[in-house]
């Protein structure tokens, strides 16, 4: 079975700090990989997506940067925080083409807090 | 096959009237969402819904989880109602999980 998991469960970190979120998929391989973005108020943003190790595409410019250095590994960074950063990051995955209406399994989130 | 059926694929309003979208399923689902999808594809959400029915200006929606299907209602549609129209089953599988429906376009005119 497929598993996704995501770290840290919750940050709080401030302005202008360094930010790296990370998202690991076991059992499923070379899966497509999303960042999600959901702002208070339920606007789920997708910021990035990935379809294989190396290769991402930025949705939405936020400020923020992603990685996919291995298979199963997805991450999300910055050097330097801003406020509007805030909200709760989704890390997702898909088996099928990244184009097409499927179905997306979520981790558990990651709830951070810019101060 | 899909566990999600979405109708209309598409939808052709004038503005002041109203329809409705509507989403099969073909197994039980926890909850369902409704999207809108906005010019730079983020999906803005519309309702959740576990159960029942809920209402927000000209949008109403309603979820039945035991008869398995939901509809959204547009009514007195505005010309900034037309876009894409989403709705997503939440289901548990291993954790959440989202299934999306083919979505509905929906174009209002004067």
């Known amino acids: 079975a497929q598993t996704i998991h995501q770290w840290p469960v919750a940050e709080i970190k401030a302005v202008g700090s360094p930010l790296s979120l990370g998202c690991t998929i076991k059992?499923?391989?070379?899966?497509?990989l999303y960042w999600y973005w959901q702002a208070t108020g339920g606007t789920l943003q997708q910021l990035f997506y990935?379809?294989?190790?190396?290769?991402v595409e930025s949705v939405v410019q936020l400020n923020l940067s992603a990685s996919r250095p291995k298979d199963d590994q997805f991450i999300l960074s910055t050097e330097k925080l801003l406020l509007s950063h805030s909200g709760f990051y989704l890390c997702?995955?898909?088996?099928?083409?990244?184009?097409?209406?499927?179905?997306?399994?979520f981790g558990a989130g990651t709830r951070l807090s810019v101060l | 096959g899909d566990q999600v059926e979405q109708s209309p694929s598409a939808l052709s309003l004038h503005e002041g009237t109203g329809s409705a979208l509507r989403c099969n399923f073909t197994t039980t689902m926890r909850a369902v969402q409704w999207f809108r999808k906005n010019s730079r594809g983020s999906l803005i959400n519309l309702f959740y819904?576990?159960?029942g029915t809920k209402e927000n200006g000209r949008l109403k929606s309603a979820f039945d989880s035991k008869e398995r299907y939901s509809t959204l209602h547009i009514r007195d549609a505005q010309l900034e109602d037309s876009g894409t129209y989403f709705c997503?089953?939440?289901?548990?599988?291993?954790?959440?999980?989202?299934?999306f429906g083919t979505g509905t376009t929906v174009s209002v005119s004067p």
């Open positions: 990935s379809i294989t190790v190396g290769q």
């Open positions: 819904l576990a159960s």
């Open positions: 997503a089953a939440e289901v548990y599988q291993g954790g959440r999980a989202l299934i």
């Open positions: 059992g499923k391989s070379s899966p497509n």
């Open positions: 997702a995955w898909s088996p099928l083409g990244v184009r097409s209406q499927n179905t997306l399994y």
